[in-house]
């Protein structure tokens, strides 16, 4: 048995036999050799294909938290890869700007930009905010741009003056807009379209001066929150950080509660198939279902999502109240004209309103009416008086003004709650965060029942949150009340129902539904980020397949014609052993033939 050392390929101790015997099982065995360790490369090359661009689960977490640490940090405004939006919300009770901006898109056509809110150089986020809202310029529309101007201005003093000009503005208007007759809400886009672009450089379009529906505003709420909580994420099981999340292989996402001024939202996802529903039902299901894809491309099916969101325009904190103050004040006068009464005629025989704290004294005015009240801070009788303001029906299926609600899973579900939400379980109440019934009609009661001399005292020493004025101490004990009787009497959450969370903030991002806005706005970008991406490697595509660019590649091309050459050695060395026995026969008749002439002797 001969052995051949294959020391010039490998270390010295990698040496294997062959037999010698017959060539033909060698050369078997060194193809046989060579077919493994093809098959062998191949599936290296196959597993690295399939993890070309994805990073393992532990890479994708510590990814996420350095994100998350990074959007704390002051945009850089130097970075001349950074796209910048900006986002004004013309709401009811005021106007806010909020400056976004992205890195270029990552070119995974399953992800989203990655828009995050752009923070100053003392790494504060760049947003501004008016009072009151766009609506008081509904009688003087031409100077609507004047009102926003100072918005605009700020924001235009944040982003690099280079990229004015590809940075879109969207100026999207609410419940206050909403409530005006559309001539006059035409008056006022009219004119920021007309003003605005003679003043700022930035992109800005008719179609991106609106009015949005309540319902796009749910929407909006609800992919702004699920954005940022990253439930778009489409990953294995293993990734995830909460794999019960899962749901037919994406995550659950949650839901929102947005209680503005003047409107109110709910929006959340609904699975394809529904509980069998009445012909009624199935119609008013399909006004009240939003179904939209988040890809970059229609083709990308696995971003549609079925939403169900609903808005209620006049059941917002502010409008609330304004609506039972119109109840209090129209029966109070039916009584006092049936009954021959005088209540709440003048100060000294005021009526008494549960809903304010006590001792509080107003004046409720409409048209020439006017009404005297005093809070005697009762939040039991406050919550029974606001029971009409629900219109609700009878019917289990359907929530405030009789409107149909989409079955709520409340074992297996998960919601976020917004602007009144937070405001009312935080502002003074210092309980924002996740939402308990009982925890919060305590506290809310507490507060109700106190005097306002004792509460306008604490406002002074600054037990309360900086955001509290003076209008949220006079108003809390009406908005909590209503909050809760919204929540569980409306929409029948459980009094005990454990995954509410009241946010503003989260992973220590202003969570409004201007992000969700935005994100919409710009789904489309991706796909053309893409397709210059396309363009341009569509020459160097080959060489990225190239053995320069895969490691694998390249070592299975050395493997290869090292393979090449032994084979070759192999099929050298079967040529020497023939011809070396083809020629013994020939020495020996050369032997026989020479040996006598030069007197050789051969043999013995
Ligand atoms: N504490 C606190 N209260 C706020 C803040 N912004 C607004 N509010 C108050 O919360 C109430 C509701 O305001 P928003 O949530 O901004 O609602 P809006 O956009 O004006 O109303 P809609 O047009 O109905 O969406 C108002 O009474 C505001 O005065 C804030 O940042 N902090």
Redesign the pocket.
Known sequence: MARISFSFLCPASWYFTVPTVSPFPRQRVAFLGLFFISCLLLLMLIMDFRHWGASSPRDRQYERYLARVGDLEATDTEDPDLNYGLVV??????S?IFVYFWPRHNGNPHDLLDIKQMRDRNSQPVVK?I?P?ISVMADTPEHASDYLRPLLSFAAAHVPVRKHKETPLYIL??????LLPERKQLAILADLVKDLPLEFDFLFSQSQAEVISGKQ?GVYAWIGINFVLGRFDHEDEADAEAPQELVTGRRRTVGIL???????QIAYEVPTSTSVLSPQEEEAAKILLAEFNLGCDVQHTEHVYRVYVTTFLGF????ARQRYEDLVLNETLNNNRLLGHKTGLSPDNPFLDPCLPVGLTDVVERNSQVLHVRGRGDWAACGAMLSPLLARSNTSQASLNGIYQSPIDFNNSEFYG???F??CT??VLRIGGRYHGPTFAKAAQDYCGMAWSVLTQRFKNGLF?S???E??LK?QCFKSAWMYQVLHEGFHFPYDYPNLQTA?LVYDREVQ?TLGAILYKTRFLPLRDLRQEGVRQAHGSWFRLSFVYNHYLFFACILVVLLAIILYLLRLRRIHHRQTRASAPLNLLWIEEVAPIIGVQVGP
């Open positions: 919300d013309c709401g009811s009770s005021g806010r905010k009072k809202g208007c609410t419940a206050g807009m909403r505003e947005d209680m503005g001024g003047a409107s109110l917002g904190g502010n409008f917004f602007s009144e937070f405001y935080e502002d949150s955001h509290a004025d209008h949220r108003y503003q539904w």
